[in-house]
């Protein structure tokens, strides 16, 4: 059996968007630029994608400002915060430990050039508390970024209640729902947000395509220097068959939200009963508050990529915050954050979850995974040692007992 | 991040030779440890100077995996002096190489070995001073194997 579980790392291209770009790889190859008929068709194209995205972020089209990735939203956002801050004397940046490393990383780089930068912790649930947000607004507060779900352990935070604040205390709020767009609602109205990125290939559309959101009112400068496109804030010829279908596919998301959410909550909810029968196993995160399709788990007594590769040689595809996967030293920032220490951590699994999988799918995770788990275990000298102080941990778990 | 491991990487990984314990060992040694997320144990039934059995247990990554597995496929049924002279270099090889970022688990495997040569030296009263002196200069120790993999 063959099972796509690493949905959090980029999903597969929904038949709408397939089709969507298909057409307009042929037919919309105009530049949206050009004044002739080909520009024109373009130019309404890229509008009614603008449009589309606009509603289902309750923002206004012209808000919308159309990027290669996440990433880049979330750099320009930062930079952007950062720079007109410091305008005004205003040097300080308020982060969280969990954030993904296209905000860690331009934080370290703006803190290099002599910003400050306050990372709010998250505690063992992987959610950020709001009277430490509070305690940590100072007067020189340039920006609050604050990522609306982790996509590690799939953690949602109170972006609500986090615009409240900021907006209450005259502060820029920015989150980064890269993992979030196409599975939770947003409003940027109601839920105080000043600016938001978007990825497209986290629900379905392609890769290379995402977004920022910039409220009205807020004078964005650029982060890339050229012609006039995106109301002249972000140069470069639009990607438009690309833009088309992460419209195609965000509406597709935003309308099925509902009834997504239920199949693949029930889906996942499934998936951690099961996988908590497994001795020495811990869900990592909060268990309500977290994504509908995130599993994230440590397996004490092995190491993440073994499990990674075994699953895969299972057909299970699968991911892990430990350090082997990471290319680094040390494990997941994320897992590390949580209280977790490195020995823990190097033994985690993410498995991520998305309308496509199917029950079958869990099942047969749910009989690979203890297998795997238990192999490796008995192959480990640390395991050795944990049989001593808690023997026969098997024994309530018939699941993995069959070799 | 995606590893390029070579065939013979992925066999022993997938099918481990020598994992096990040998529970009247002439000879245990273990290095690394969780923290870094690599140990490895290795066990040595020596006979008449012949390494006549070996068993590993490793925790870590697929590469900790296959380079326990490999070394002690190069050591069993050799001479002690024989094990003595392997070397990291030599398991990477056996290997068809390892990404660069990997190298250090075959000089674990190195190591554990030596260490249960150690271990065994010391049981029978034996100082190896040579010994002694490459498992004190720890895990920067290699044999060169990390320029070339």
Request: proline share 4%.
């Amino acid at each position: 059996m063959f099972v796509y579980a690493d949905n959090a790392a980029t999903t597969a291209l929904s038949p709408t968007a397939l089709r969507t770009m298909d057409a307009a790889l042929q037919d919309v190859y105009g530049n949206p630029s050009s004044l002739h008929r080909m520009g024109r068709v373009a130019s309404a194209a890229l509008k009614g994608a603008r449009e589309t995205m606009a509603k289902y972020l309750g923002a206004k089209p012209e808000e919308i400002y159309f990027t290669g990735c996440g990433t880049e939203a979330d750099n320009w956002a930062l930079r952007f915060a950062a720079h007109a801050g410091a305008k005004a004397g205003k040097r300080h940046l308020i982060s969280s430990a969990i954030e993904h490393h296209a905000v860690l990383h331009t934080l370290s780089a703006l803190e290099k050039e002599g910003f400050e930068v306050t990372l709010l912790p998250v505690y063992g649930n992987g959610i950020v508390r709001l009277e430490d947000l509070e305690a940590a607004i100072r007067p020189d507060t340039a920006l609050v970024s604050i990522m609306y779900a982790n996509n590690e352990i799939g953690t949602i935070q109170p972006v609500a209640e986090i615009g409240k604040l900021c907006r209450e205390r005259g502060v820029l709020f920015h989150t980064d729902a890269v993992q979030a767009a196409g599975h939770l609602p947003i409003n940027v109205v109601e839920q105080n947000i000043d600016m938001l990125s978007i990825s497209g290939h986290k629900f379905h559309a392609p890769k290379g395509v995402g977004l920022l959101y910039c409220r009205k009112g807020i004078r964005l400068t650029p982060l890339i220097y050229g012609g006039a496109q995106e109301r002249g804030k972000r140069a470069g010829t639009e990607a438009l068959p690309s833009i088309m279908a992460m419209a195609a596919a965000f509406a597709e998301s935003c309308e099925n939200m509902k009834s997504s959410a239920e199949q693949v909550g029930r889906l996942r909810d499934k998936l951690i009963d099961g996988l908590e029968k497994i001795p020495f196993s811990r869900l990592t995160g909060d268990r309500e508050k977290r994504l509908p399709g995130i599993v994230s788990f440590c397996f004490e007594g092995i190491e993440g990529e073994s499990l990674l590769l075994r699953l895969d040689m299972a057909g299970i595809c699968a991911s892990s915050g430990s350090a082997c996967t990471s290319g680094s030293l040390d494990p997941s920032h994320v897992l590390l954050a949580l209280g977790l220490p490195h020995e823990i951590a190097h033994g985690s699994l993410r498995l991520s979850l998305c309308e496509y999988n199917t029950e079958e799918e869990v099942d047969y995770i749910l009989e690979q995974v203890p297998q795997v788990v238990r192999t490796l275990r008995e192959m480990s000298p640390v395991w050795g040692h944990m049989m001593e102080k808690y023997p026969n941990p098997y024994a309530d778990c018939p699941a993995a007992g069959n070799d | 991040m995606a590893m390029d491991y070579s065939e013979k990487v992925m066999e022993h990984f997938a099918h481990p030779h020598n994992v096990g314990v040998i529970e009247d060992a002439d000879g245990v040694g273990e290095v690394g440890n969780a923290k870094c997320g690599d140990i490895m144990k290795m066990y040595l039934k020596i006979r008449d100077g012949v390494i006549e059995d070996v068993k590993f247990q490793t925790f870590g990554c697929a590469s900790a995996i296959a380079t326990s597995s490999m070394a002690t496929d190069l050591i069993k049924g050799k001479p002690v002096e024989d094990a003595l002279k392997l070397t990291n270099q030599a398991v990477v090889e056996a290997l068809d190489g390892l990404p660069a970022v990997k190298v250090h688990c075959s000089v674990l495997a190195e190591q554990a070995i030596k260490a249960a040569l150690a271990d065994y030296y010391k049981r029978q009263g034996i100082e190896n001073e040579e010994l002694n002196a490459c498992l004190a200069c720890g895990a920067e120790h290699d044999h060169g194997a990390e320029d070339e993999a």
